[in-house]
């Protein structure tokens, strides 16, 4: 995105926000009275499918910027999170120090191996969702799979897919957020919509350990995600009944759709507008949606 816009800007109260990017660097400044400080971006969150939030280091810690770009705007309003009030000066203004603890969940999960028994890494880490990210380290899985040793390079490597249902959801939860997470956040009423496995376990049918609503079920994590609703038809027909007369069974334990035989999650997972975030989002919590109810929890 900052390779797009060669300075990006906006003013905000008394205050004025630019981002001026050339092929070396991105410069994040607020201005003021005429007055203004700066700092050099180091890292942009989001591959701008909604948008991007930027890191920025000041005095030798890492801040998140009050500003973040959105794309549905092509332009930058508040990061979310951020207080709305006016800030009392341009270094609040600029954006917020980050907790050791709140940096290191940012990073490991937007990036590959920067925590370590050491800690948190920043010079040794990946940026983005590597192989890694989610199987482990694998150096001892390459070396064994070159040596044509393959069983042992197999167990040599964690596999995510041979957890459990349960367990599986709650591995993705560990970066896009599980129920006990939105208990200790607070997070309440349409906020939670960013929370897809919070939503899935929230879902009428989900607690008996079917393996039709992890995740992996709809969602192949080595590809990009498939955003035609068309696509999902068949995740939904494989425990809902498709036919007219057909009855439940073990394996089709869902009722028949009374209304629609097609696009079904445009219904039962409908997308949610969140206005501090100019984007929409599926909401995982599989229900019947009516016309005017609130918000489910």
């Given amino acids: 995105m900052l390779r797009e816009h060669e300075r990006i800007s906006r003013k905000v109260g008394v205050y004025t926000y630019a981002i001026s990017s050339s092929r070396e660097e991105a410069i994040y400044s607020v201005s003021e009275d005429g007055k203004s400080i700066s ?11 909604k948008g991007q939030t930027y890191i920025y280091q000041r005095n030798g810690a890492y801040y998140e910027g009050r500003m973040s770009f959105f794309k549905s705007l092509q332009g930058l309003d508040l990061t979310p999170g951020h207080d709305p009030q006016t800030p009392a000066n341009r270094e609040d203004a600029m954006g917020r120090l980050l907790a050791p603890s709140t940096l290191r969940l940012c990073f490991g999960c937007h990036t590959t191996a920067a925590t370590t028994t050491a800690g948190f890494d920043p010079l040794h880490l990946m940026p983005g969702i590597t192989c890694e990210a989610c199987h482990g380290p694998g150096a001892e899985h390459v070396a064994l799979m ?13 596999n ?7 367990a599986l959801v709650d591995f993705c939860g ?13 997070s309440t009423g349409v906020e939670t919509v960013r929370f897809q496995p919070y939503r899935l376990e929230s879902s009428r049918c989900w607690g008996d350990g079917d393996a039709r609503l992890a995740c992996t079920a709809c969602h192949d994590p080595h590809q990009q995600l498939v955003r035609e609703a068309a696509a999902y038809d068949g995740k939904c027909l494989a425990c809902h009944a498709i036919a007219p007369a057909a009855k439940t069974s073990n394996d089709h334990a869902g009722k028949r759709c009374p209304v629609g035989k097609k696009d079904c999650v445009t219904c039962h997972m409908p997308r949610v ?15 019947i949606v009516k016309r005017g109810q609130p918000y489910p929890d």
Avoid: S, Y
């Fill in 174 to 186: 560990a970066c896009h957020r599980t129920m006990n997470d939105v208990v200790e956040m607070a």
């Fill in 39 to 49: 700092e050099p971006l180091h890292w942009a969150f989001g591959v701008n499918q």
């Fill in 160 to 166: 995510p897919k041979d957890l459990n249902p349960v």
């Fill in 273 to 287: 507008d969140l206005p501090n975030m100019h984007a929409p989002f599926t909401d995982h919590r599989i229900r």
């Fill in 146 to 158: 070159e040596d044509e040793k393959t069983e042992a390079g197999r167990r040599a490597i964690f």
